[in-house]
């Protein structure tokens, strides 16, 4: 056990709906990250945030959005969805930002019909 | 544009020791080379994390030579449980941040 928590573990919806997918970090870490994992994409880095700043920013969708809040949890909200964006979508967590190793998450699985 | 370059995949049997190299041209001066592992449907798991020249764990080690531009995990007598895909990942730190890129990573298949 990573000790990051996602939920929720699976999630079926709608073309055209909005989602929220939800990450608790473990106890004491600042940053957290937002991974994409799809079959012919590979894992592909969405977001950072630090401290509930955002930290560093990757291949995220202008119709995908994330927080941090004040107790460090955070939230990728995902709208408009489209067939493509179905996916795993990974939470990791690291103490701070310089390098350090990351823990994951066991993912939410996200499939859009 | 990747940064790192490994091997699409690789086979080995039980009890072999396998090396995966990565490749990491551009790597800058205050990069660390850290390598994941990665079960289907799991997130990835921290295997282990260098600079330079040799790094143990109780899992692998981690050979990097001088100039630093390639990294080699070597993993002791594998079992059928070590097929998954590893990951080496080199911190990109454009700007003064850093991100965390993983490339395609290497698919390891262990048979018994």
């Known amino acids: 056990d990573s000790g990051v928590t996602q939920t929720p573990k699976h999630l079926i919806t709608a073309t055209g709906q909005r989602v929220t997918l939800r990450c608790s970090p473990r106890?004491?870490?600042?940053?957290v990250y937002w991974y994409q994992q799809s079959l012919d994409q590979g894992l592909q880095f969405l977001i950072q945030?630090?401290?509930?700043?955002?930290?560093a920013k990757g291949n995220i969708l202008e119709r995908f959005s994330a927080q941090q809040f004040p107790d460090l949890h955070s939230e990728l909200n995902l709208s408009s969805l489209e067939l493509g964006d179905s996916a795993l979508y990974f939470c990791a967590s690291s103490p701070g930002t310089d390098q350090e190793k990351l823990f994951f998450g066991s993912g939410t699985q996200l499939s859009v019909l | 544009l990747a940064k790192t370059t490994q091997p699409i995949s690789m086979d080995s049997y039980e009890g072999q020791e396998v090396n995966i190299t990565c490749s990491h041209n551009?790597?800058?001066?205050?990069?660390?080379i850290t390598w994941y592992q990665q079960f289907p449907s799991q997130g990835p798991r921290f295997i282990i994390q260098g600079y330079k020249t040799k790094v143990t764990n109780e899992v692998a080690s981690l050979f990097i030579p001088a100039d630093r531009k390639s990294s080699t995990l070597s993993l002791p007598r594998v079992s059928l449980s070590d097929t998954a895909v590893y990951y080496c990942l080199v911190g990109d730190p454009p700007s003064g941040t850093y991100k965390y890129i993983f490339g395609t990573g290497t698919r390891l298949k262990v048979l018994a």
């Open positions: 106890s004491g870490d600042l940053s």
């Open positions: 945030y630090y401290n509930g700043e955002e930290r």
């Open positions: 551009n790597i800058a001066t205050n990069d660390y």
